[in-house]
């Protein structure tokens, strides 16, 4: 059994900040990518942000491009999402996924990864 666990999610103004952490347990490995996705209610849940399992190449949609980072920290079996400069519209819960490095095709399809958190709830007030 594979769990991941998500945390850090609360209450921001606009313009703030919040780090979200994952972490992963059960039989994994280190060889996963780790991605972050979204859903705001009446909405698609939507891609955020991946990292590849060694942790040297990141992916971003372009809402987030340059305001959010993805980083990760094997030996924990841990991954993080950096967000900065909020914004209200990135209210949403966040979930996070992993999924073996061999079985990845697609970093920002939600259906190729295996494994997801119960999500965290992120407000950005105005």
């Known amino acids: 059994q594979v769990q991941l666990v998500e945390s850090g999610g609360g209450l921001a103004q606009a313009g703030g900040s919040l780090r979200l952490s994952c972490a992963v347990s059960?039989?994994?490995?280190?060889?996963?990518?780790m991605g972050w996705f979204r859903q705001a209610p009446g909405r698609e849940r939507e891609f955020v942000a991946a990292?590849?399992?060694?942790?040297?190449?990141?992916y971003y949609s372009e809402t987030v491009r340059g305001r959010f980072t993805i980083s990760r920290d094997n030996t924990k079996n841990m991954g993080y999402l950096q967000m900065n400069s909020l914004k209200p519209e990135d209210t949403a819960v966040y979930y996070c996924?992993?999924?073996?490095?061999?079985?990845?095709?697609?970093?920002?399809?939600?259906?190729?990864?295996?494994?997801w958190g119960q999500g965290t709830q992120v407000i950005v007030s105005p």
């Open positions: 996924a992993a999924v073996d490095s061999g079985l990845i095709v697609y970093y920002v399809n939600a259906a190729d990864y295996t494994y």
């Open positions: 059960g039989r994994i490995g280190s060889t996963y990518a």
């Open positions: 990292i590849n399992w060694r942790g040297h190449m990141t």
